[in-house]
């Protein structure tokens, strides 16, 4: 600018106004571009903000849901993405156009008004311009760091492949948490019955004994005798009872056992049926990714 200042006149008044009109045209061209920019680049904010949110809602209904309701959910949301992040490729490509066009029309815009007329009131000018311009970019600048933090948070959302995983992942910790829960339930199984073994062991222990004390003073007399019997009568009436309960409860034991065959049944059904949903997604996305290699190439 100082040799803006120091150059000599070298045309008239009215190319230096034209000069100064034309710049003033191109400089509101700019402010314009980039308000379009900033409008395009507040919807697709937005758009990622819906994005993200049904993200969350879909990781939030992944603990609670089946396959079903998680494969048909994921799959908008990831098509979602995807043309998102399309979107965001082609506004950067056009952010990127556009300001190297922009810095070559002020670089023109310069030239010309080095190489014609000029005087103070026109230097003014060209400085109030050219600090709208630092500022213009500016703006664009925190434009730029904008999108690449919209960048970051789409790189944040699991892709496909990371979904899959973390399918796979939670399918195997879930075998694995079955199996030990089957395990422990057998061992508790085991030491219930050992110990009512046990009990029973010892009131037969107990009642054998009392019988062998008491058998000796009871046959050499006829009212032993009858006590006898009458106690050996309780003994049987109370073993029946006993007997009767045990049968209760393994008929219990049992509708419980085919009870849980069925829900068994259904579950293995329920599980085959995610597998061939969850093989089916698979291959489309293995297709969907072909298609895209077709497509790029």
């Known amino acids: 600018m100082e040799?803006?200042?120091?150059r000599e006149s070298t045309g008239d008044g009215g190319d230096g106004e034209d000069d100064l009109q034309l710049l003033e045209r191109e400089l509101d061209r700019t402010r314009a571009s980039i308000q379009m920019l900033n409008v395009s680049l507040n919807e697709q904010n937005r758009r990622k903000a819906d994005v993200l949110s049904e993200s969350q809602?879909?990781?939030?209904?992944?603990?609670?849901?089946g396959c079903n309701a998680t494969v048909d959910k994921l799959i908008p949301i990831l098509e979602s993405l995807k043309s998102l992040e399309n979107e965001e490729c082609v506004l950067r490509a056009d952010y990127d156009a556009r300001r190297a066009g922009l810095e070559a029309e002020v670089c023109e815009l310069e030239d010309k008004v080095e190489s014609g007329s000029h005087s103070?009131?026109?230097?003014?000018?060209?400085?109030?311009?050219l600090e709208k311009l630092d500022s213009a970019k500016k703006e664009l600048a925190g434009r730029l760091r904008a999108v690449l933090?919209?960048?970051r948070q789409i790189d944040d959302v699991a892709t496909q492949a990371e979904v899959i995983q973390y399918d796979r992942r939670l399918s195997e910790l879930n075998a694995y948490i079955q199996e030990k829960h089957q395990q422990t339930r057998k061992y508790y199984d085991t030491y219930n019955a050992l110990l009512e073994i046990k009990d029973?062991?010892?009131k037969e222990t107990s009642l054998?004994?009392?019988?062998?004390?008491?058998f000796q003073d009871a046959i050499t007399s006829a009212d032993g005798r009858i006590k006898l019997i009458a106690s050996m009568e309780g003994i049987v009436k109370n073993s029946q009872q006993k007997l009767?309960?045990?049968?209760?409860g393994l008929d219990e034991e049992q509708m419980t056992l085919s009870n849980l065959k069925k829900k068994y049944a259904a579950a293995m059904s329920e599980q085959r049926h995610c597998y061939s949903l969850l093989k089916a997604f698979q291959e489309e996305c293995s297709k969907n990714e072909r298609l895209r290699g077709q497509s790029a190439a």
């Open 120 to 129: 103070e009131s026109l230097d003014s000018l060209l400085e109030m311009s």
């Open 208 to 214: 054998l004994n009392s019988i062998n004390s008491q």
């Open 200 to 202: 029973l062991m010892l």
């Open 3 to 6: 040799s803006l200042r120091t």
């Open 244 to 248: 009767r309960k045990l049968e209760n």
């Open 149 to 151: 933090l919209v960048k």
């Open 57 to 65: 809602k879909l990781r939030e209904r992944i603990d609670g849901s």
